[in-house]
């Protein structure tokens, strides 16, 4: 049942969390037509680690034709077309010609979007059917595991990756668990249907790191040695990244002068000096407006950017904070209430957090939601505006769209129907807004792995097989 | 009985009324009279005096009921000091009833009331998560969600008596399904023998029996099919299992659950047996290999009478998104409707009262912007037995506070 999932995910596993991590040698993405090229995963003079090997699928040339189309770039375009090719948006607009090899689809009636990013999943590491053997989200043996790798744990046969996927979702970033202070790296992937973790990773995207604040640390690290208060939370990042310093220190001069042996290499240190160096962006899981406070506290003291507070159920009250800070709030539509760091949540949030000038997402943590970003971006949407907060479709959209690329590092590949972006797709039976909408196709990087109609291209995973 | 508050007169005019027990009525009057429904359609004489609600271009049901729920009984998930669903300790706690612990006060009550959801099942154990593997959880109680003190908010108590043939009530029965089957059979034996022979039982003059008194003695309206037995089953097997022991005990099953149902829904429509269905479970576990989102619709389409649950407490205020996704997956819109309304109501035996808009019924009433499952559509008024009930909640108070910052405290 939904709330099984949602409980186990939350209270026992602490499966919600932020963070998450993968490095490149510089802060910028790099551009969309280098994302097929094997990312540079140098960590900080560190050679390439675990890389993708991610491939696009090889696929014709696709165009939609007389849909709605939804850029998330600013237009609602009707009557439109879209043409995709090679992985890549061609164009985008009201005649848009097509190569004579060009499969041609009708969406008479129907909406396009991007595809759907959510930027907090635990599929994978909190795999389907959800027993001990697929409970791989939290390293629960210490409160800081900057170490962990979330792409180390993630099952790319988890059976609820295909129901994601018949979702409009076509990438996610999947994070270590909230257990710990400090949970590991994420792991931002292409939701496809291959055999290796590696397949899956979103080339040049940029690794997060998972970090949780509130309830859940003190929970699972109370009786086993702390922390046991907030206090004792905020005295283990410090910690933690007060070894990270002197660490970062050692190894950039070493790099710059290469003098002697290189300094011995610590999996979590060098996690979190790449958050030192902005290379690893900080996901941070985080309830109640005073902690983000003293998290944001946090990161002055230690010179880096907290990329977006996840679930940040109480972002409303500090929203101003948040927009003059520039990091990012995902939220839920109307989640609240599961625990006491949660009761304040109400639906206007993330309208309210636009408002402000944040840059707001909605997004899942939870497999049942992933399904349905879309219905959730639309509650939160229309609640704003009944409460009189203005929100436009468009804005709505980019929450679970182009900001939640932001979030990631990879707006400039992902996340809006322009000319020179991946061509991830959703073709929808509806509008995405309403409750009756339905993903008929989506196209991921251009290749066609849903289609409602077609059991062709309907992936099943290896687990799927033989069940009723 | 139940109990209503004020004497009061109002007529909803000019709305497009989804009395569920017939076709829709464009531009109707629904006139509630002391907490109840006076009249509804096209020529009701408005009495002077009445205060008028003007529902045009508005959409009017009945209150929105939730098939389960722990409403009252929860009001923070990971609090134990607020969770009175469970008496611990008693895998046959057929004898607890959970009204008592229900608390008015909960803020659980306006956050969804307010959001057209008018009247619940608050139910013993949580059909989310079992709570200790038992086997029969309680007795659960139909309440709607206003009042003062339990026995304003009460309809029906009790409503049903729960039971869990799923994976999770393997623990206390050993540890195999079939022990679990075997136990629930001695249960139901040993509440017959008890019946028969209380006095023998009093003086001890019985053999052991496998629950005490006061459980088996809450089972008798069970056996006499007065009360009916809520079964939580998901696998097909499972919820084959309990149609056998409803047919062998002549028992009045309601299955809540029934992720494969899908698969039987002849089987369970020809037994007569309702099912609770939460539609937007899809996530496969060994308890529900083949979940699935069609299942209600599946269901419903194989004459199996179909009511929706929303599980999360909380949010029960989601039902009518349960609703919206069941349509989007093949169930027709008007089914989804009698799901959350009339069907629930005849589930749990107060159709009499409950579930449509005619004439005598208690007056449950929503006007809604539009259509009631789409999230464009925002509730303009709530009735609960003919009061209106404040769009509040501390929610509301919350978004005041903080609308604009820095808030004034």
């Known amino acids: 049942m939904r709330y099984f999932a949602a409980g186990f995910g939350l209270i026992l596993f602490a499966g919600c969390a932020s963070g998450g991590a993968r490095t490149t040698s510089s802060g910028a993405p790099p551009a969309a037509s280098a994302a097929a090229a094997a990312p540079q995963d140098t960590a900080?003079?560190?050679?390439?680690?675990?890389?993708?090997?991610?491939?696009?699928?090889?696929?014709?040339?696709?165009?939609?034709?007389?849909?709605?189309?939804?850029?998330?770039?600013?237009?609602?375009?009707?009557?439109?077309?879209?043409?995709?090719?090679?992985?890549?948006?061609?164009?985008?607009?009201?005649?848009?010609?097509?190569?004579?090899?060009?499969?041609?689809?009708?969406?008479?009636?129907?909406?396009?979007?991007?595809?759907i990013i959510d930027v907090h999943s635990h599929l994978?590491?909190?795999?389907?059917?959800?027993?001990?053997?697929?409970?791989?989200?939290?390293?629960?043996?210490?409160?800081v595991t900057a170490e962990v790798w979330a792409e180390h744990s993630f099952w790319p046969q988890d059976p609820q990756i295909p129901l994601a996927i018949a979702g409009g979702v076509t990438t996610i970033q999947a994070l270590p668990g909230s257990a710990n202070l400090i949970g590991g790296r994420s792991a931002v992937l292409k939701l496809i249907p291959v055999r290796s973790v590696q397949e899956m990773k979103f080339p040049g995207a940029h690794y997060g790191l998972k970090m949780a604040c509130g309830e859940n640390p003190k929970r699972v690290y109370g009786q086993r040695g702390g922390p046991s208060t907030r206090m004792g939370n905020m005295a283990g990042y410090r910690a933690a990244f007060i070894q990270a310093q002197a660490y970062r220190r050692r190894w950039d001069k070493w790099n710059k002068d290469h003098q002697g042996d290189p300094p011995e290499r610590n999996l979590r240190n060098e996690s979190l000096a790449e958050v030192l160096r902005g290379n690893i962006y900080v996901q941070n899981h985080c309830y109640r407006a005073d902690e983000m406070m003293q998290m944001l506290d946090l990161a002055h003291e230690f010179g880096f950017k907290i990329r977006a507070f996840h679930h940040a159920v109480e972002a409303y009250k500090i929203a101003d904070v948040l927009a003059r800070e520039g990091t990012a709030v995902a939220v839920w539509a109307d989640w609240w209430g599961f625990k006491e760091e949660a009761m304040d949540g109400i639906h206007e949030s993330a309208a309210l957090v636009q408002q402000a000038g944040a840059r707001a997402d909605i997004h899942s943590d939870d497999p049942g939601g992933i399904q349905r970003l879309n219905q959730e971006a639309a509650k939160a949407m229309y609640y704003g505006r009944r409460a009189g907060i203005p929100v436009t479709r468009d804005q709505a959209l980019r929450w679970f769209t182009a900001n939640a690329a932001w979030v990631l590092g990879i707006d400039s590949i992902v996340g809006t129907l322009e000319p020179g972006k991946m061509a991830d797709v959703v073709l929808w039976s509806a509008d995405p807004l309403s409750v009756y909408a339905q993903a008929l196709q989506v196209y991921n990087d251009g290749w066609l792995v849903y289609d409602r109609n077609d059991p062709a291209h309907q992936p099943k995973t290896d687990f799927t097989l033989g069940q009723p | 009985m139940i109990a209503f508050l004020l004497a009061q007169t109002i007529a909803i005019t000019g709305g497009t009324v989804y009395p569920v027990s017939g076709p829709k009525i464009e531009h109707a009057t629904v006139l509630i009279r002391d907490g109840r429904i006076a009249a509804v359609g096209t020529n009701v004489a408005v009495p002077a005096g009445a205060t008028r609600v003007d529902a045009s271009g508005k959409w009017v049901t009945p209150g929105l009921i939730d098939g389960a729920g722990q409403m009252g009984l929860r009001e923070i998930g990971v609090v134990q000091g607020t969770s009175e669903y469970t008496q611990r300790g008693n895998d046959v706690a057929a004898g607890f009833n959970v009204l008592e612990g229900i608390n008015p006060a909960s803020t659980l009550i306006a956050v969804n009331r307010m959001e057209g959801v008018t009247t619940t099942l608050a139910v013993p154990g949580s059909l989310g998560v079992p709570?200790?593997?038992?086997?029969?959880?309680?007795?659960?109680?139909?309440?709607?969600?206003?009042?003062?003190?339990?026995?304003?908010?009460?309809?029906?108590?009790?409503?049903?008596?729960?039971?869990?043939?799923?994976?999770?009530?393997?623990?206390?029965?050993?540890?195999?399904?079939?022990?679990?089957?075997?136990?629930?059979?001695?249960?139901?034996?040993?509440?017959?023998?008890?019946?028969?022979?209380?006095?023998?039982?009093?003086?001890?003059?019985?053999?052991?029996?496998?629950?005490?008194?006061?459980?088996?003695?809450?089972?008798?309206?069970?056996?006499?099919?007065?009360?009916?037995?809520?079964?939580?089953?998901?696998r097909r097997s499972d919820i084959e299992t309990a149609l056998r022991i409803a047919k062998e005990y002549k028992l009045r099953l309601i299955l809540a659950g029934a992720a494969e149902g899908w698969m039987i829904p002849g089987e369970i429509a020809a037994a007569g047996v309702p099912v609770l269905v939460e539609p937007l479970d899809n996530i496969p576990s060994y308890d529900a290999l083949g979940i699935r989102y069609e299942n209600a619709p599946l269901l419903a389409k194989g004459g199996v009478k179909v009511a929706l649950m929303e599980t999360a407490t909380e949010n029960t205020r989601d039902l009518r998104q349960q609703a919206g996704n069941a349509v989007a997956s093949g169930m027709t819109w008007e089914q989804a409707l009698r799901a959350v309304t009339l069907t629930p109501a005849e589930i749990f035996g107060v159709a009499g009262q409950y579930g449509s808009l005619e004439a005598g019924k208690v007056a449950n009433v929503v006007v809604w912007s539009g259509d009631p499952f789409e999230f464009s559509t925002g509730v303009e008024h709530v009735f609960i037995r003919g009061r209106e009930i404040p769009l509040r909640s501390r929610q509301t108070e919350l978004l005041e506070r903080y609308r604009t910052l820095p808030p004034k405290y």
Request: glycine content about 12%; aromatic content about 4%.
């Open chain 1, 44 to 115: 900080g003079g560190i050679g390439p680690q675990y890389p993708s090997t991610y491939q696009r699928h090889p696929n014709p040339p696709v165009i939609i034709r007389n849909a709605t189309i939804m850029t998330a770039a600013g237009q609602e375009i009707q009557g439109g077309s879209i043409l995709f090719k090679d992985g890549r948006i061609v164009a985008v607009g009201t005649s848009v010609q097509a190569p004579s090899d060009a499969v041609v689809v009708d969406g008479t009636g129907k909406w396009v979007t991007p595809g």
């Open chain 1, 124 to 143: 994978g590491v909190y795999a389907a059917p959800g027993t001990f053997a697929e409970s791989d989200g939290n390293e629960a043996t210490q409160p």
């Open chain 2, 131 to 234: 709570p200790s593997g038992g086997l029969i959880w309680g007795q659960a109680a139909l309440i709607d969600l206003d009042g003062a003190t339990i026995e304003t908010m009460q309809i029906k108590s009790p409503a049903a008596m729960v039971a869990g043939l799923s994976e999770a009530a393997k623990d206390a029965s050993g540890g195999s399904r079939a022990a679990v089957a075997q136990r629930l059979r001695r249960v139901l034996n040993d509440a017959r023998e008890y019946a028969t022979r209380r006095a023998d039982y009093r003086r001890r003059q019985i053999q052991d029996l496998s629950a005490s008194a006061a459980d088996l003695e809450a089972l008798q309206p069970v056996l006499r099919g007065d009360l009916p037995l809520l079964v939580v089953a998901n």
